[in-house]
């Protein structure tokens, strides 16, 4: 079935960057997500690639997609203590619905 | 539009009671969504709606829940006779039409069933 794997822990210094590591196993998947979880909050959509794109940079933020491995990164450059919070991977097929990961808690150590 | 907005924020509930929750979508956002969360794992997709019709249903998660959207605008969730497993956070979430470019979720209401 339909999964999407991640790490569950992540601890940096600030300034540094932070790469945050997801595995899916639909083959089918064709819109891939990040979204940024901070307590209390629901989640918000940070980037997103489409299967058939390599890397997408939009700032601070880069998407690497291995599609023949099914492995999503995400890299936040120059991680500051706002950065801190859980970041989840997410794949869709373009169906009415999205599989998402369980989720990595970004730790920034000032 | 401020986003969608969930109401409300929190809910304690004795168990065997029925709760009812409200998701405000974006306007002009066509599709609307409900998700549950449970602590450390990513949001379970539960229904779909687009406009007021209610495109799947197959996960939810007993016939105790049931969600409605009758004028195709805001959307609600209710659970029936209430027991502890289904303490969690509900999200709602919507998106426009012809857009796969992600969701925007609300922040949520979390219910604690004691």
């Known amino acids: 079935g339909e999964d999407v794997e991640q790490s569950l822990f992540l601890s940096v210094r600030e300034g540094d960057s932070s790469v945050i590591n997801c595995t899916y196993t639909?083959?089918?998947?064709?819109?891939l997500y990040w979204y940024k979880q901070e307590p209390g909050a629901g989640l918000q959509l940070l980037t997103y690639?489409?299967?058939?794109?390599d890397m997408k940079q939009d700032q601070r933020l880069t998407v690497l997609l291995n599609k023949k491995d099914k492995h999503l990164s995400l890299r936040i450059a120059d991680t500051q203590t706002g950065d801190s919070a859980i970041y989840f991977c997410?794949?869709?097929?373009?169906?009415?619905?999205?599989?998402f990961g369980a989720g990595t808690r970004l730790f920034v150590k000032a | 539009d401020t986003g969608v907005s969930q109401d409300p924020r929190h809910k304690i509930t004795k168990r065997g009671q029925n709760v009812t929750f409200r998701c405000d979508p974006i306007s002009e956002h066509n599709r609307l969504y409900w998700y549950r969360q449970t602590l450390g794992q990513g949001p379970e997709f539960l229904t779909y709606?687009?406009?007021?019709?209610?495109?799947?249903k197959s996960r939810l998660l007993s016939d105790r829940f049931s969600a409605e959207r009758p004028k195709g605008s805001f959307s609600t969730l209710e659970i029936q006779r209430t027991e502890q497993g289904d303490s969690a956070m509900y999200l709602c979430?919507?998106?426009?039409?012809?857009?796969?470019?992600?969701?925007?979720f609300g922040s949520g209401t979390r219910l604690t069933v004691v």
């Open positions: 709606f687009q406009n007021e019709a209610q495109l799947e």
């Open positions: 639909d083959s089918s998947s064709t819109y």
């Open positions: 690639i489409f299967s058939n794109m």
């Open positions: 979430a919507s998106r426009g039409q012809g857009v796969n470019y992600g969701y925007t």
């Open positions: 997410a794949e869709s097929d373009g169906g009415f619905k999205t599989i």
